[in-house]
């Protein structure tokens, strides 16, 4: 039985050596870029930015790279007022820009594809305007997400992720971010 459990893991490794050594070099190494649209979901407001990403791939595993996003989708939410009148005030809100850096794992799955996983520092402005007055909001954040890539042709691609921000600054407060962008390697 021993004999027959050691000649099955022999031949299953057998047959995983070649995908791992495809896969050790199926990913070029170099800088790379992203463009899309990018959804904050701050609750209670979601807001849309369009963002840049530029990074360096070093090996197959691991990589560096920056953001950059512009907000271009405004939200509105009713703040209650604590008094009977008026008991609500509606209240604009903006993004105005978020820049980040992160540290970036891949895991190539294919020679076009990866999975990939984040982590980062970053930092969110933004303002809130009602009955005429404008306040500005700047947090700073820890964000980590995932996500994955395909490029088509092995230069063009799409590349999806999700990023969760975790606000510092003394607020409990955190932001869902979903990304869709073109990734362009060079």
């Known amino acids: ?19 791992i050594a495809a896969a050790q ?3 070029p190494t170099g800088f790379y870029a992203n463009l899309g649209y990018t959804d904050f979901n701050l609750k209670p407001v979601n807001l849309g ?15 560096a790279e920056g953001e950059l996003a512009g907000g271009v989708k405004d939200d509105h939410a009713d703040v ?17 820009h978020e820049e980040a850096i992160y540290g970036v ?57 999700y990023t969760r921000q975790e606000f510092t600054n003394g607020s409990s407060g955190h932001g869902d971010v979903w990304a869709i962008a073109y990734s362009r390697r060079f």
């Open 1 to 19: 039985m021993k004999a027959l459990m050691i000649a099955a893991s022999a031949a299953a490794l057998a047959c995983a050596i070649p995908a």
């Open 25 to 27: 070099t199926a990913a």
């Open 49 to 63: 930015a369009i963002q840049g990403r530029v990074g360096y791939r070093f090996n197959n595993w691991l990589g």
């Open 80 to 96: 209650a007022t604590g008094v009977a009148s008026p008991p609500t005030v509606r209240v604009t809100t903006k993004l105005k």
């Open 105 to 161: 794992g891949f895991l190539p799955v294919s020679p076009n594809a990866d999975l990939l996983a984040r982590v980062g520092y970053g930092e969110t402005s933004g303002r809130g305007s009602a009955l005429g007055t404008t306040v500005g909001a700047h947090g700073d954040s820890w964000n980590y997400g995932v996500g994955g890539q395909y490029h088509f042709d092995g230069v063009n691609g799409v590349r999806v992720d």
